[in-house]
């Protein structure tokens, strides 16, 4: 598996929204799970969604449930997430990788391949 490529980051006020884009090299043929994780400042990085790789499952943070939705183009081996109403605390490096779910918490699947994430800020 190689990192994925993500993008689609950028500066948005309070209450606006964003899409992320993460496109990586075998995500519809490697049977994976694939799904975003964030790394604020000064704290460690967090799982904040998870889509099977059928697309028939997805799981997401508290944080986030009702704001932040996935979906995928597996002809463009593409995994998106929407993400509405963006508060100051959804700020961090967005990651996207392959994950697992344990015990409704969202993983990274080990062993884990990061890319350079995408920068989400959201002043407060």
């Known amino acids: 598996q190689v990192p994925a490529v993500e993008s689609g980051g950028g500066l948005v006020q309070a209450g606006g929204s964003l899409r992320l884009s993460c496109t990586a090299s075998?995500?519809?043929?490697?049977?994976?799970?694939m799904g975003w994780f964030r790394q604020a400042q000064g704290k460690e990085r967090e799982g904040v969604s998870c889509?099977?790789?059928?697309?028939?499952?997805?799981w997401y943070a508290d944080s986030v449930k009702g704001r932040f939705s996935l979906s995928r183009d597996n002809a463009k081996n593409t995994l998106y997430q929407q993400m509405n109403d963006l508060k100051p605390e959804d700020a961090a490096m967005y990651y996207c990788?392959?994950?697992?779910?344990?015990?409704?918490?969202?993983?990274?699947?080990?062993?884990?391949?990061w890319g350079q994430g995408t920068q989400v800020i959201v002043p407060s």
């Open positions: 990788a392959a994950c697992v779910v344990v015990g409704g918490v969202i993983l990274p699947k080990t062993p884990s391949y």
């Open positions: 075998g995500l519809t043929s490697d049977g994976y799970a």
């Open positions: 889509m099977s790789w059928s697309g028939d499952r997805t």
